[in-house]
């Protein structure tokens, strides 16, 4: 089943292009390039709405970086195209603005000409010691980037690295690179009964109450079973398709080799499948499994069936094969997904979709007119009638019901679970317990309608933050015409923090949001639903609470910027502590 066709990678632009147009006039955002820039982010970086607003820094005096990450220690400085032809490729000059860019930041003679966003994400990487540096091109064609674009991309990056050699490296996304990595988790569950013939007979042992089948597949068998159920019977395999590089290119090699596909076998991990269950037909030496799953080793499957249909694949490859019974327990199935692909970086998000806790969650939020998307990217990938059925079921537009797992998570803890800093800080270790909080999070008194109504106050939040922004970006003649135009738009009472508001809204949504959270479990009883409905009518509540907030950094004598405060659990409990008084 060949799956980037020209018509495919064509329908999918055209997807992408409408997808962005809606986001852009949805969050009214200024440009389609920043409509792209969050897209990517949401869709590929797995960003919550909160995250992926708080990384963009594009726009004027953007330096040619329009976001940059910080993901375990190391930077990922962005830059997006997102042309109307599937064909046009990115400029040499556009490379050559952000390389400029970056060596004005490198030097630190930047700050005269950065416009505020980009300064606030730079002062987070100067409060700490990077381990590394990447720079991502993302363009939305087929297109590939200029050589000599890519002659001065390898040659910044070598000229920077120093000793490390590797302290810098780049990557160059093309709509191929997107569209793979987009719907590589995105397409419908494979619900059927396999029968795979075997040419010997299966090693089994039962441990526990699961029992376990060794075998051996050949290349071209896998690579047919690809071909007939797609991505399908990859839907638990939790880790997308990480393109022709590293490891996917060693597999390849030696799939087409003539001389190494015999080692195959003994080079390759192999793959790992769970079902229901597995019957063993000795007679015909086949293998029946009820609704398989291949939870690991889907970039070798992916990569076979590439070769065969490319006709490179040599008939000695070889295979291990193990499956592995639940006996239908979904949190065994979800624990085989999650240790089985946690070697290497993945989503933690995608590893937890599947967990029970998260499916009853799916459930629970169903009851009260929600759809939680549990993967992102899940609904773009439905087809027509999916979600005429969901409209059907929760009302139309759908999007007005769509909970997304991450972002809901995110208010989740920020609110409830009382802990903003790592909702802010280290969304990732809300999905693992390995050095994070998943379990407990879980086991903190969650139910659907907190979820829910954390999630409503969340989105409020954003809202206000968003047309802050907006307000922001425009020119104004002096700065008493931005303080007029602040309070007109906000309240009187803004005027009080009008000095700090550029410096501390951008990013407060989070900290706002579990103040606001604390302020009504002191004057309103706690019920959070009713509080939501009224400041859905009304947002001044919202703005009373920012101005509070902002308000404790002189009240406490803090001499620490706002990007580092708004990450920072002692202060936001110190900011509490402070304000609680007054409330009562």
């Not at 085989?336 to 459930?363: E, G, K, W, Y």
């Amino acid at each position: 089943m060949t799956t980037n066709t020209p018509e495919i990678l064509s329908l999918f632009k055209e997807q992408l292009n409408n997808q962005v147009a809606s986001i852009v006039a949805a969050q009214s955002f200024e440009t389609q390039g920043y409509g792209f820039a969050y897209w990517y982010l949401r869709n590929i970086g797995g960003m919550t709405d909160i995250e992926a607003k708080d990384q963009i820094c594009d726009g004027g005096g953007d330096l040619g970086i329009d976001a940059i990450e910080i993901v375990d220690e190391k930077v990922v400085f962005y830059q997006f195209k997102n042309p109307k032809s599937i064909e046009k490729s990115i400029e040499a000059g556009e490379i050559d603005k952000m390389i400029s860019g970056l060596e004005l930041i490198l030097s630190r003679k930047h700050a005269s000409i950065a416009n505020p966003e980009l300064l606030s994400r730079l002062e987070e990487i100067y409060a700490f010691t990077p381990a590394g540096y990447e720079i991502v091109v993302a363009v939305s064609s087929l297109a590939e980037i200029p050589s000599d674009a890519e002659a001065k991309l390898d040659s910044f990056c070598q000229r920077n690295s120093g000793v490390a050699k590797d302290l810098f490296r780049w990557e160059f996304h093309n709509l191929e690179n997107i569209h793979n990595r987009f719907y590589s988790a995105n397409l419908p569950t494979l619900e059927a009964t396999l029968d795979i013939a075997l040419s010997r007979m299966p090693y089994m042992t039962k441990v526990g109450d699961h029992e376990t089948y060794i075998f051996d597949l050949s290349g071209e068998y896998l690579a047919k079973l690809y071909d007939e159920y797609g991505e399908g019977i990859l839907q638990q395999n939790v880790r997308m398709f990480e393109g022709d590089k590293g490891t996917n290119l060693a597999i390849a090699k030696t799939a087409s080799s003539v001389e190494e596909s015999k080692d195959f076998f003994h080079f390759n991990n192999g793959i790992s499948i769970i079902c229901d269950s597995a019957t063993h037909k000795p007679f015909n030496n086949e293998l029946s499994l009820e609704r398989p799953q291949v939870v690991n080793g889907g970039q070798t499957m992916r990569i076979l069936h590439r070769c065969y249909t490319q006709r490179s694949l040599e008939k000695g490859v070889h295979a291990v094969v193990r499956v592995i019974t639940t006996g239908k327990d979904k949190q065994f199935a979800s624990n085989v997904a999650v240790n089985l692909n946690n070697q290497t970086r993945v989503d933690n998000t995608f590893l937890r979709s599947n967990d029970p806790r998260i499916v009853q969650l799916l459930h629970s939020l169903s009851t009260l007119g929600y759809f939680l998307e549990r993967r992102a990217g899940e609904i773009d990938a439905m087809l027509p009638e999916e979600l005429q059925d969901l409209e059907n079921k929760f009302g139309s537009p759908f999007s007005n019901h769509v909970i997304p797992l991450k972002d809901g998570m995110q208010a989740y803890v920020a609110t409830y679970y009382g802990d903003p800093q790592l909702a802010k800080k280290d969304p990732a270790k809300i999905f693992t317990d390995d050095g994070g909080s998943f379990s407990k999070i879980l086991q903190s008194d969650l139910t659907a309608e907190k979820f829910r109504d954390a999630y409503r106050l969340s989105r409020l939040v954003s809202a206000q933050v968003d047309q802050f922004k907006r307000l922001k970006r425009k020119r104004y003649s002096d700065e008493s015409e931005r303080r007029n135009t602040y309070i007109k738009e906000f309240g009187a009472f803004v005027g009080s923090g009008f000095p700090e508001l550029d410096l501390a809204v951008p990013q407060i949504s989070i900290f706002g949001m579990a103040l606001l959270f604390e302020k009504n479990k002191v004057l309103g009883g706690g019920n959070l639903k009713e509080f939501v409905d009224k400041v859905s009518a009304d947002p001044t509540e919202i703005w009373r609470g920012f101005i509070e907030l902002i308000a404790v950094r002189s009240a406490l004598g803090i001499e620490q910027s706002w990007p580092t405060l708004l990450k920072s659990g002692t202060f936001y409990r110190d900011a509490v502590a402070h304000l609680r008084a007054g409330w009562a």
